[in-house]
């Protein structure tokens, strides 16, 4: 079974800032198989990216994913109010999918 | 609209069963490769289990291996989860999700584009 391990577990930043999220499996992930998603308190998950670096329809451009192998990032550009949520990261391969275990972004 | 809702969950003795549903609607339910992902209170998102678009193949986590079973109908635009022998540990906020996929260049890549609001299941005594 893959691990993916997000950090940080928690991330302070101001809204204008930039937020580096990032996601490292335990053994190699293909790129098209990595995604992010957001949560927001009391809603489902909103998928992000997917293929590591696709955006998803109605998706900002300020967010952007990047990696391959072991080590991905999801990078906010410039961080809006509605952006401070939780974002997990997901991998699927031979026949299992796995989620990291989230990073909180929280207003400083 | 296109949308899932999910449905059948409550308060459950540690033991007991409990069959949630996910009703689809806006697509065509039976292209899509369907899952569940599970959600404790507080928690990280756990995926649970997977089914592809006739049924005829799924995939579960080790965790719910042998107590749960996922299945669908597509005549009625439906997806399953059947919970068997739950634990206090399954207690938690139930997603179904729908498994898009695109080819890209060479690759297919796979990915959840659409959740469902979640049900609650609760196993306490």
């Known amino acids: 079974e893959i691990v993916l391990t997000q950090s940080p577990g928690t991330l302070s930043l101001s809204p204008g800032e930039r937020a580096t999220l990032s996601c490292r499996a335990s053994?190699?992930?293909?790129?098209?198989?990595l995604a992010w998603y957001q949560q927001k308190p009391g809603q489902a998950p909103r998928l992000l990216i997917y293929?590591?670096?696709s955006r998803a329809t109605g998706i900002p451009d300020r967010f952007s994913g990047s990696g391959s192998g072991t080590d991905f990032t999801l990078t906010i550009s410039r961080l809006e109010p509605e952006d401070f949520a939780v974002y997990y990261c997901?991998?699927?391969?031979?026949?299992?999918?796995?989620f990291g275990q989230g990073t909180k972004l929280e207003i400083k | 609209e296109v949308q899932l809702v999910e449905s059948g969950g409550g308060l459950v003795q540690p033991g007991g069963s409990l069959r949630l549903s996910c009703a689809a609607s806006?697509?065509?339910?039976?292209?899509?490769?369907m899952h569940w992902v599970r959600q404790a209170p507080g928690k990280g998102l756990v995926w649970v289990s997977r089914?592809?678009?006739?049924?005829?193949?799924?995939s579960y986590a080790d965790s719910v291996k042998g107590r749960f079973t996922i299945s669908r109908d597509n005549a009625k635009n439906t997806l399953y989860l059947q919970m068997n022998s739950l634990r206090a540990e399954d207690t938690a906020v139930y997603y179904c999700?729908?498994?898009?996929?695109?080819?890209?260049?060479?690759?297919?890549?796979?990915?959840?584009?659409?959740w469902g609001r979640g049900t609650l299941v609760t196993v306490s005594s």
């Open positions: 999700a729908r498994d898009s996929s695109e080819i890209v260049g060479a690759t297919t890549t796979r990915y959840f584009d659409l």
């Open positions: 806006g697509f065509t339910f039976s292209s899509y490769w």
């Open positions: 089914i592809n678009s006739d049924g005829s193949s799924t």
């Open positions: 053994q190699s992930v293909s790129s098209s198989y």
């Open positions: 293929g590591a670096s």
């Open positions: 997901q991998q699927y391969g031979s026949s299992a999918y796995s």
